[in-house]
Every structure is written in structure tokens, then in C-alpha cells.
């Protein structure tokens, strides 16, 4: 059973790009979320995709944003970048339904 | 909301010490609880969960009850080794239903000396 992976590992931006981070989910897990982790900070969810829509997006502005693939996998897109947004971005998958969620790695980005 | 509030670190504690890393929720809905333990470097690892009122979960030697007459979700564990040594998050999910995520507390860091 592979579990859930993430790239890049690390990532440094400056302040006004636009960024993409990538998620493989965990075999046969159909649903995908996604949370910042500030440092010092617990994760915050972003948002959460399943059938490759939107159904479920926490406190962040539109310029987060994310995709769904028929593989389940997943990507992150941040327009404009701030400062605030150096932090550990969180993947996990489930099965829709279930309330267990499995993480990656993350990935580390550093807006300069 | 939702919110988790945990215990302020770091918690410093001798090996062989007994743990308690004190977590409570807001009494929103009917959540699940879990704690999650992140490594240096790592992303996060479900150590154990629980679903509903009374239940005990456990895992490598840790254990939690579901307490809904005191919202809270302690975690805690006989006898800690060096390797425990990592941050501690106590997690529930979300009152609106599994697709709004999980609400995170903001974390424990423990620190077992040899």
C-alpha cells in the first residue's frame, strides 16, 4: 500500500508568484485535503476536494486554490504570494465518509 | 466553532515518567477525536482515535478516553522513552460534517531526557 507523498519537498518564492504543489493520494483513497501549518502552529484546513469538485473549504481567500484528477491526486495553487504563506503545506486522504486522514510529508514554502 | 485547546509545551519529563498531554474541545456536534504526533521534519502520524463518548483509543502504549461530560480527550502513557520525544496534536472533526476537515489544537511539544 503506497501512501500519501507530496512534491516538492521545499520551495522558495518571492512575494507576488504564484505557486503549485502536487499530492498523490493513498491507494484507493477517493478524497483529498489540504491544510497550512504556520510554524509553531497546528495544521488549518484549506480545503477539500473529492470527484475532483470543491466540497468543503475552510478560512482562506481565493487566491488558494486546487484540482482534482481522475487519479485522485491533487494540486495546490496559491496566486500572489505573501510572506504569511511561508509555511508546511499538509496533504491527506480518506475515503469519503470516513474520518480517519492519512498525511504526507508536506511541503515547505518560503515566500521571500 | 470548533476548537481544540491543548496543553502549552514544551513538556520536559525524565524517561520512564508517566505522561498526561491535557486536550478539551468545544462541545459542537458529535465529533470525532484523534491525536496526531509529528516527528522533526515529518508530516503527521495518527497515533490513535476515538469515535463517540466513552471510547478508549490506544496505540503504542498511549491511550485516550473520549470524555463528552468534560469535553476533553487527554492523552497519556505509563512510561515514556526518548524516542516519544516529538509535537503532540489533538484534533476533532468538524461540526458541519467530514467536509470542512479537521480542527487542529495548536500542539505539545515533548521533550523525554535520558
Known amino acids: 500500500e503506497t501512501g500519501v507523498t507530496q512534491s516538492p519537498t521545499h520551495l522558495i518564492k518571492t512575494r507576488g508568484q504564484q505557486v503549485t504543489l502536487r499530492c498523490s493520494s493513498q491507494?484507493?483513497?477517493?478524497?483529498v485535503s489540504w491544510y497550512q501549518q504556520a510554524l509553531g502552529q497546528g495544521p488549518q484546513f484549506i480545503f477539500q476536494?473529492?470527484?475532483?469538485?470543491?466540497?468543503g473549504r475552510g478560512n482562506f481567500p481565493p487566491r488558494f486554490s486546487g484540482l482534482q484528477f481522475p487519479n485522485y491526486s491533487s494540486e495546490l495553487n496559491v496566486n500572489a504570494l505573501e510572506l504569511d504563506d511561508s509555511a508546511l503545506y499538509l496533504c491527506?486522504?480518506?475515503?469519503?465518509?470516513?474520518?480517519?486522514?492519512?498525511f504526507g510529508p508536506g511541503t515547505r514554502l518560503t515566500v521571500l | 466553532g470548533d476548537s481544540v485547546t491543548q496543553m502549552e509545551g514544551p513538556v520536559t519529563l525524565s524517561e520512564e515518567a508517566f505522561l498526561t498531554i491535557n486536550c478539551t474541545y468545544t462541545a459542537t456536534g458529535y465529533p470525532s477525536l484523534f491525536w496526531y504526533v509529528q516527528y522533526p521534519g515529518e508530516g503527521l502520524q495518527l497515533l490513535l482515535k476515538a469515535t463517540k463518548a466513552d471510547d478508549k483509543g490506544s496505540n503504542k502504549g498511549f491511550e485516550a478516553t473520549y470524555r463528552k461530560e468534560t469535553t476533553s480527550f487527554h492523552l497519556e502513557k505509563g512510561s515514556v522513552q526518548v524516542s516519544d520525544s516529538a509535537v503532540y496534536f489533538c484534533a476533532r472533526t468538524s461540526s458541519g460534517g467530514g467536509a470542512d476537515g479537521l480542527t487542529f489544537g495548536k500542539g505539545t511539544h515533548l521533550i523525554i531526557q535520558p
Open positions: 476536494y473529492y470527484r475532483e469538485e470543491e466540497n
Open positions: 491507494s484507493g483513497h477517493n478524497t
Open positions: 491527506a486522504s480518506s475515503f469519503m465518509g470516513g474520518n480517519e486522514q492519512f
